[in-house]
């Protein structure tokens, strides 16, 4: 492993869930794609990029992330310096090729299968520490951790970890052992239809057995086939041998179809010798075994049969018998056992010697000339494919497009919600006509920059949306919506009637149990709170047990503040931020800017700021406001307190205690 690796996994780890950023089994076989086909895989990760930034509101260096990509397919096995192996195409070609990855980062990865058979024997659930004690050292802790993460095996949390069992059970049970010639050889009948262009799967079958040596049956799982091939040296697949094996196989082909075109017209002159028996031969005369079904002994019979009532037809296409599951050596042992019958069987064909001159058969004659007409067309066809075969290494990536479909569909809602700059410009058909005449009064002036306003206004872009417009928004969605965490929160250093024109939708949302919680500034006028007493409090004072006011000002050099001392002459600080949250990040919205909850930031003052639904970008606007809030815990302000509105300024709590 490069020594930069840990430190690069670092940079791409993230926190909660623990994972590298930009990594993930669709992303792998994208970059595996661009090795494919000669493409950047700068350019084929940039899907996978930009769904990335909406799922997790951040971003990476792209170096970096195509740095890991990089590492993993010559880590995985996946490529072989600049070369696609044979694990890398079993992969390319595959219509499902997350599951493979996962099951070859398993074979692959040093320690992964140990950490994820400790894990699969526990709950879908563990706390943290458990996954933790299984972590050795920086390899595992900075790579091997988040890299299971980002595979899909689990969800790392700070205090738990979420396991997908199924997923890991499925990359375990792959991890089993066989003969390396049958794992290449169940590997090459997966790539080989992409790598050349025929089509007959008995025609690829023979080119995998000319290839690896290897005859194969039933077919194996995909995932399996990829998990052993892992576990073995890379397999360079070379163009000049397919294209020689192909070569091979047509003239085997061609050697074929003259003895079976010859089969169609045997020759009279050398007739096969006809035997007497004691008694003619019966079905009871084919001896019974384990290797032959009654259907197999009826067909035995009635080869024999056939054969003895057409002497030319010396020598048979072995195949008529073969296809019917009898081996050419079983087929042998049993023709030979029946009275009066000598025969050889080999290079294809049955040849005989004797047959009885009886036999309680049918003739098979007509069924067999089909068989022979048909197996020298399919030869035929097999001979015309092989004969122009292009040979394509590496194959074109089979689920180039799926794969950042997928990635894109495993887009939560909230991740691609729309946000939008949200805005205070003075509106002259919002304001109304007296407003604005009082506004421009004889001013030429302002006529013309109340023409302007009123012409931008009619044609501004469609992704902007004023203040008022998104507030009403905000407070409709726990209204409209099945909101969970029932919380408003509400950060404005100032305020002024307008919570009045907002107070019925606060109240409904009272009324359907929302916790409204306001953080202000401190070193407030009395004044300043009778005007929120009188515009929100006490409209809502039904509600009172289920509203907070809590306030956050704080001196840059910390004293013991006097009545006798001048405020306006130590160095304050204080809420400044402007931010409206509701509900959770997955369910609710956030709306921040430089806009106070007054009149003047609503109508007036142009002001600008963001409205979004998003996700991870609700939950960092929540983060913030509630950090914040937890430190202002000492200053809370109770309802009944501002029933009785202090003549004199507020201080800090921190200020006024010995």
């Known amino acids: 492993m490069p020594e930069d690796i840990p430190s690069v996994s670092t940079e791409l780890r993230t926190q909660s869930p623990e994972r590298l950023w930009g990594l993930s089994p669709e992303s792998i076989y ?53 070369e696609v192996t044979l694990l890398g195409m079993v992969v390319l070609t595959s219509e499902e090729p997350q599951p493979l990855i996962r099951a070859v980062a398993v074979s692959r990865l040093q320690s992964a299968e140990m950490v994820l058979r400790s894990c699969v024997d526990v709950d879908e659930n563990i706390p943290r520490r458990e996954l933790d004690s299984l972590i050795a050292d920086e390899w595992h802790e900075f790579v091997l951790a988040p890299l299971l993460g980002s595979l899909g095996f689990m969800t790392i949390f700070p205090d738990s970890v979420d396991l997908e069992i199924e997923r890991i059970d499925s990359s375990l049970t792959a991890q089993q052992s066989t003969s390396s010639g049958k794992t290449i050889a169940e590997a090459y009948r997966r790539v080989l239809p992409y790598i050349v262009d025929v089509t007959d799967e008995s025609s690829l079958d023979d080119l995998v057995s000319g290839l690896t040596g290897t005859k194969l049956n039933e077919k194996e799982s995909t995932v399996g086939v990829a ?95 073969t296809k019917r599951g009898v081996t050419p050596y079983i087929l042998y042992q049993t023709l030979s056992s029946i009275p009066g019958v000598e025969c050889e069987v080999g290079d294809g064909v049955i ?47 089979v689920s180039a497009k799926s794969v950042v479909t997928r990635d894109y569909e495993s887009l939560r809602d909230g991740d691609v919600e729309p946000a939008y700059f949200t805005y205070t410009l003075i509106d002259p058909g919002a304001l109304g006509e007296k407003k604005m005449n009082d506004y421009v009064g004889k001013s030429r002036g302002l006529g013309q920059e109340r023409a302007r306003l009123r012409r931008w206004h009619e044609s501004r872009p469609s992704g902007l949306r004023s203040y008022t417009e998104m507030t009403d928004r905000l407070f409709s969605l726990g209204l409209e ?37 306001l953080l202000t500034r401190h070193t407030k006028e009395s004044w300043e709170w009778e005007r929120l007493q009188r515009n929100l409090l006490s409209e809502i004072k039904e509600h009172r047990d289920q509203v907070t006011v809590r306030t956050y000002s704080r001196f840059k050099e910390h004293q013991r503040v006097t009545s006798d001392m001048d405020l306006r002459k130590i160095g304050e600080l204080g809420i400044h931020g402007k931010l409206q949250t509701i509900g959770a990040p997955e369910e609710g919205a956030a709306l921040l800017g430089s806009a106070n909850f007054m009149e003047n930031s609503y109508d007036w003052n142009p002001e600008c700021g963001v409205y979004t639904e998003r996700t991870q970008f609700v ?40």
């Open 30 to 82: 994208s970059a595996l794609a661009a090795e494919a086909t000669g493409d950047s895989v700068h350019k084929r990760l940039e899907p996978h990029i930009r769904a990335e930034t909406l799922r997790t509101n951040d971003e990476r260096e792209l170096d970096q992330v195509v740095e890991m990509h990089q590492w993993l397919l010559d880590e995985l096995g996946l490529v072989n310096g600049e």
């Open 227 to 321: 998990a052993r091939l892992a576990s073995l040296p890379s397999v360079a697949v070379e163009e000049d041998q397919i294209t020689e094996v192909v070569s091979e196989q047509r003239r085997e082909y061609e050697g074929e179809f003259d003895t079976i075109r010859s089969l169609l017209t045997p020759s009279t002159e050398n007739e096969v010798a006809r035997v007497e028996t004691e008694q003619p031969i019966e079905i009871d005369d084919i001896p019974e075994s384990d290797a032959l079904d009654a259907d197999t002994r009826d067909t035995l019979l009635n080869i024999v049969a056939t054969v003895a009532a057409h002497p030319d037809l010396r020598t048979l296409d072995v195949t008529f018998v």
């Open 619 to 658: 939950e960092a606007a929540i983060e913030f406001f509630d950090i914040v809030w937890d430190i202002s815990a000492a200053d809370e302000i109770s309802t009944e307190r501002l029933q009785e509105i202090p003549d004199r300024k507020l201080v800090p709590t921190y200020y006024t205690q010995g």
């Open 481 to 517: 919506r099945e909101i969970e965490d029932k919380v408003l929160r509400i950060m404005t250093p100032f305020d002024d009637d307008t919570f009045n024109e907002y107070v019925a939708q606060i109240r409904r949302l009272l009324n359907h149990g929302f916790e409204f919680r």
């Open 351 to 397: 040849e005989f010697e004797s047959v009885p001159e009886e036999v309680e058969g049918d003739d098979f004659r007509e069924e067999y000339t089909t068989h022979l007409i048909e197996r020298c067309s399919t030869l035929k066809s097999r001979i015309d494919e092989l004969s122009n075969v292009s040979v394509s290494i590496p194959p074109e990536p």
